[in-house]
């Protein structure tokens, strides 16, 4: 397929493929009785506290463009799975150095 051909990035409404809006923001809630939600420390390590309304290291937005999850508070992080995807430990890594599995 020639790139004058190709169908442009879609940037906004929602992606049948992955089932998530683009560029929304949300939150990761867990389904334990607590219903902590993930937040972003620092650079790198994602935990579970306590929901917290307005803070934007516990939110999360879908980028259509690159397909992975962003932080809202560190835009140019994702969400990446250690050992290429064989891990059970999520964090953030830059954005230069992501993909998706």
């Known amino acids: ?3 004058d051909k ?3 990035d879609q940037t906004k409404g929602l992606n049948t493929e992955f089932g ?3 560029n929304r923001p949300f939150y990761l809630v867990s389904r334990l009785p607590m ?3 993930a937040e972003m420390l620092g650079g790198t390590n994602i935990t579970l ?3 917290v309304k307005n803070r934007l290291a516990q939110k999360w937005s879908f ?3 690159s397909k992975t999850v962003r932080s809202e ?3 140019n992080y ?3 799975i250690q050992n290429n995807g064989n891990s059970n430990n999520f964090r953030t890594v830059s954005s230069k150095n992501s993909r998706w599995w």
């Open 78 to 80: 994702v969400m990446d």
């Open 6 to 8: 190709a169908k442009p």
């Open 63 to 65: 980028d259509c463009v």
């Open 35 to 37: 219903k902590r939600v």
């Open 73 to 75: 508070q560190w835009k």
């Open 20 to 22: 998530m809006h683009c």
């Open 49 to 51: 506290k306590r929901y």
């Open 1 to 3: 397929m020639y790139l």
